[in-house]
C-alpha cells in the first residue's frame, strides 16, 4: 500500500504519534537543542512517526472538539515528562560544573550553550559535552527511541491520567538536578576550600602579600588539577546515571 494512502487511512494513529514523538525530541537533550535547525527536527519526527504508526493498534478519533483538544494536551504532557526526566540528568550534571567555575572563580568566564540556550559557565558547558560524547557512546540516542516506542505500550492514546504518583515522581526527578550537581562538584569545593583556608593563613602570616592576584591563579590552577583527577571517575559516574535515567524514564511511564 502507498504509505500516503495508508496515513490517510489511519489519521487519528498518525496524529497522536506525531505530537508524543514531537513532543519527546522537543524537550529531550540532542535532538532538541535550539542548535538543530527545525526542519531537520521536523523531518526526524515525521521519519519516526512513519516508522512507529504501523506498529501501534488503530487510535479512534475523538467525538468532538474538546475530546481531541484533551487528547492532544495528554500526549504532548507524556512527551514532556518523559523529555524532562531525561533532561534533569544532564542539566544536574552541567549544574556540578556551575559549582566547580564559582569555586574556582571563574563563574563570570560564560559562554553560550546551544543546547540549553542560555550563559553557562566554561566548566559546565565542558562537563555538558563530556556528557553528551558518553551519552552517544552508549547508543542512549538509540535507547531513547526504544523508550519513545515503549511509552505508547505502557500509556497508549487516551490512556494518560495525572495522578498525585506522577507529580511526586516528576518533583523528586527534579531534585536530582541539584543532588548530582552537589555530588560531583564535592571534590572540587573539598580541595578549594582548603586552598582558601590556607590562602587565608597565607594572609595572616605574610601580610605584605598579594594574596588576592596569587590565591586566584592558584584556585584555578587547583581546580582544574583536581577536575583531571577527577575525570576517570566523572565517566564512570555519569555512566552510572545515565543507566539509572533509563529506570526513571520507565518509572515516570508507570505512575501515568
Known sequence: MNPLNYLLLHTPTFLFTVIRTGS????????????????????FVLVLTMLLTPLMADVPMPQNMLSLVLAIASEVVV????????????TGIEFAGQFASFEMGLSMASVYDPVSASQVTVIGRLLSILTVLIFLSFDGHLMMIVALRKSFELIPPYGFTFSG????????????????????????????????IGNGLLAKVVPQLNIFVVGFALMILVGFFMLSLMLP????????????????????????
Not at 519527546?24 to 523531518?43: C, D, E, Q, T
Not at 512527551?79 to 544532564?90: C, P
Open 24 to 43: 519527546i525530541l522537543a524537550v529531550a537533550p540532542i535532538f532538541g537543542a535550539i542548535n538543530v535547525p527545525a526542519r531537520v527536527k521536523m523531518g
Open 79 to 90: 512527551g514532556a515528562a518523559i523529555g524532562l526526566v531525561i533532561k534533569f540528568i544532564f
Open 165 to 196: 504518583p506522577f507529580a511526586d515522581s516528576l518533583i523528586r526527578f527534579s531534585a536530582d538536578i541539584f543532588i548530582i550537581g552537589a555530588k560531583l562538584a564535592t571534590p572540587v569545593i573539598a580541595i578549594l576550600t582548603f586552598v582558601n
Open 233 to 256: 571517575y566523572f565517566i564512570t559516574a555519569v555512566t552510572g546515571l545515565l543507566e539509572g535515567m533509563w529506570n526513571n524514564v520507565y518509572t515516570i511511564m508507570r505512575v501515568m
